[in-house]
């Protein structure tokens, strides 16, 4: 047992030693989350066909880590020199030494990953909670553990978020399909993701217009700029930045922040990303003018 927050949680240190292990996290709404060991998850609320990440049986969820929900790269200048670092990524794997741990709450309603890398003096941690009034929050903490500053280029967000009105035994049977049908937007004004169908799909011959959406949106970051899709990382990767993405159509939504800035030592830098189902247009109208007019940071907590 240790305490975080004044919250007593259960930790499992060096998790990543450890055959992969599923978990529930439960929530006092109707949110559910079935989440890997490894970082590898599906949620939603209600049931399997209000889901923000397609939900699968355990095993393809585990193996779904480099694709599906959490994905953060880091490129850290330390000396004149550049490092890449990607927390919880296992084509990295023995390249630094690092620490993974896990934490779940004594309410099993939170989780908490954390990854420790002793040769950069880094350590990158998120946590998965859920909100009634604005879905799934992931907050998301890097602490420089050295004492000298670090120059930091951030990558960090969610892959592979579906539309809404993509249900489980459509996901399963016609994947590809679904993914012809993605669409996805940035209102820039309000830095909001909008995950969409471009119609629903149906084997009538009839039309069905799609009026509902996913939204995803973050806070914290200054200025970020935002990408709808994965097709940029590797450019990230090789140091060449990325260019905010407006619309994306045929590929599968991400919500990924891009941000750079100078972590002084023994200094940390915070952030979010709450993801929410099933929104209408009226909806997404009064997040807007919620961000705008409140520190959604005092709602959430």
């Known amino acids: ?32 989350m079935f989440i890997s060991s ?9 049931n399997s066909n209000n889901a923000l990440f397609p939900y699968y049986t355990d095993d393809k969820i585990t193996e779904s880590i480099d694709n599906t929900g959490s994905k953060t790269l880091l ?15 296992e084509r990295q794997s023995g390249l630094y030494n690092i620490e993974r741990n896990l934490y779940k709450n004594e309410f099993g309603n939170k989780v908490i990953f954390e990854e420790i ?11 998965w909670n859920s909100s009634n009034r604005f879905g799934f929050v992931r907050s998301a903490c890097l602490s420089n553990t050295s004492t000298k500053a670090t ?4 990558l960090d967000g969610l892959q592979n978020i579906l539309p809404y009105g993509v249900g489980e035994d ?7 399909l679904v993914d012809a049908y993605k669409k996805s937007e940035l209102h820039t004004a309000s830095g909001i993701g909008i995950y969409s ?4 799909i149906v084997d009538r011959a009839e039309p069905s217009e799609a009026l509902k959406t996913n939204l995803v949106w973050s806070s914290g970051l200054n200025n970020p700029t935002r990408l709808l899709s994965s097709k940029q990382l590797n450019s990230f990767r090789q140091g060449n930045g990325v260019i905010e993405e407006l619309e994306m159509k045929a590929e599968r939504g991400a919500y990924l922040v891009s941000s750079s800035f100078e972590l002084d030592g023994n200094s940390t830098e915070k952030w979010r990303i709450i993801a929410e189902v099933n929104k209408s247009i009226t909806d997404l109208v009064a997040l807007e003018e919620s961000l705008k007019a409140v520190d959604i940071n005092a709602l959430i907590d």
């Open 117 to 127: 890398n002793n040769d950069l003096g880094l350590q990158f941690s998120y946590e």
């Open 1 to 32: 047992e240790v305490s975080i927050n004044n919250e007593t949680y259960y930790k499992r240190s060096n998790v990543d030693r450890m055959r992969p292990f599923f978990m529930s996290i439960v929530s006092n709404s109707n949110h559910w």
């Open 151 to 154: 120059q930091i280029e951030l």
């Open 38 to 46: 490894n970082s590898g998850l599906s949620a939603g609320r209600t």
């Open 75 to 89: 490129l850290a200048t330390k000396e004149d020199k550049t490092y890449l670092w990607e927390p919880f990524a």
């Open 170 to 176: 459509l996901q399963k049977a016609s994947s590809n």
């Open 197 to 200: 169908l471009s119609a629903i």
